[in-house]
């Protein structure tokens, strides 16, 4: 079956940089689009950004447009996030999620990573 693993979550200072990443396996990643969701305890699943399978297509959050960019290596079956210019409001569980179809809506997504923690200190 299908496996998302993330990793390069941490502790950072307000200003400060992580690069997240998805690992794939069990899939035909290249086939994926992939998202990266962020959750905090209490509310729901907030959409960070997407990518299509090529590349091509990036759609962003308004509260991280500017900041983070997503990309992937479709030879290495990794997503990644670089998030640049952290604030204590992106602390968060941020996961990836691959599905058919690039979009900000968690129902457009069938595969799901556990998580992993960010979080920004002021």
């Known amino acids: 079956q299908v496996q998302l693993v993330e990793s390069g979550g941490g502790l950072v200072q307000a200003g400060g940089s992580l690069r997240l990443s998805c690992e794939v396996s069990?899939?035909?990643?290249?086939?994926?689009?992939m998202g990266w969701f962020r959750q905090v305890p209490g509310k729901g699943r907030e959409f960070v950004t997407a990518?299509?399978?090529?590349?091509?297509?990036?759609p962003y959050a308004n509260s991280v447009k500017g900041r983070f960019t997503i990309s992937r290596d479709n030879a290495k079956n990794t997503l990644y996030l670089q998030m640049n210019g952290l604030k204590p409001e992106d602390t968060a569980v941020y996961c990836c999620a691959a599905g058919f179809v690039v979009s900000g809506r968690e129902i457009h997504y069938n595969y799901w990573g556990q998580g992993t923690q960010v979080t920004v200190s002021s």
């Open positions: 990518i299509s399978p090529s590349g091509g297509n990036t």
């Open positions: 069990g899939g035909t990643f290249s086939t994926y689009a």
